[in-house]
T-cell receptor
Framework: ETGVTQTPRHLVMGMTNKKSLKCEQHLGHNAMYWYKQSAKKPLELMFVYSLEERVENNSVPSRFSPECPNSSHLFLHLHTLQPEDSALYLC??????????????FGEGSWLTVV | GQQLNQSPQSMFIQEGEDVSMNCTSSSIFNTWLWYKQDPGEGPVLLIALYKAGELTSNGRLTAQFGITRKDSFLNISASIPSDVGIYFCAGQDNQFYFGTGTSLTVIP
């Protein structure tokens, strides 16, 4: 139990579907992140939110749409995805962004398969 | 963005052996973190290092923050089968950067 909970853990969707990934953190952190993890690649940062405000959008296609309604919840809305978007999507949180002495904690991940 | 060089990429060891892996970067970090990831799961934080030269243990795991602030090491002593997984490092200046991981296989 890392304090960061992701649902669903597994998702299979067609290219025309719309679905959402949900993340909740119970650590009292102010920053939340979405990462994409593909085989044999380092973690790819997608989005960063600090106090519900998006502070980084790492050139992610618009078919991925994040939403952060409060500092404890983060969503990733998915629509018209491509098969190459199949990956493990990891949510993470940290106390703050942009400063040293920070530690990032990850959720269990959501395995996404696009068919 | 910056990439961390993590080595080795994979290791196959006998149960009971010690393990060493390291990460290097081209620039200075203020924080080094080590994680373990099991198949189908998210990364779990093992050790966090916040000061150059710092040596921190967590059970059979020991990690060090290199003096140059450009590297870090993780050692596992007396490996057991449940140590199997992917270990990866992360460094932080203003943002987090991640290594590509070391895949560890422990042969009983």
């Amino acid at each position: 139990e890392t304090g960061v909970t992701q649902t669903p853990r597994h998702l299979v969707m067609g290219m025309t579907n719309k679905k959402s990934l949900k993340c909740e953190q119970h650590l009292g952190h102010n920053a939340m992140y979405w990462y994409k993890q593909s085989a044999k690649k380092p973690l790819e940062l997608m989005f960063v939110y600090s106090l519900e405000e998006r502070v980084e959008n790492n050139s992610v296609p618009s078919r991925f749409s994040p939403e952060c309604p409060n500092s404890s919840h983060l969503f990733l809305h998915l629509h018209t995805l491509q098969p190459e978007d199949s990956a493990l999507y990891l949510c993470a949180s940290s106390l703050r962004t942009g400063t040293s002495g920070n530690t990032i904690y990850f959720g269990e991940g959501s395995w996404l398969t696009v068919v | 963005g910056q990439q961390l060089n993590q080595s080795p990429q994979s290791m196959f060891i006998q149960e009971g052996e010690d393990v060493s892996m390291n990460c290097t970067s081209s620039s200075i970090f203020n924080t080094w973190l080590w994680y373990k990831q099991d198949p189908g799961e998210g990364p779990v934080l093992l050790i966090a290092l916040y000061k150059a030269g710092e040596l921190t243990s967590n059970g059979r795991l020991t990690a060090q923050f290199g003096i140059t602030r450009k590297d870090s090491f993780l050692n596992i002593s007396a490996s057991i089968p449940s140590d199997v997984g992917i270990y990866f490092c992360a460094g932080q200046d203003n943002q987090f950067y991640f290594g590509t991981g070391t895949s560890l296989t422990v042969i009983p």
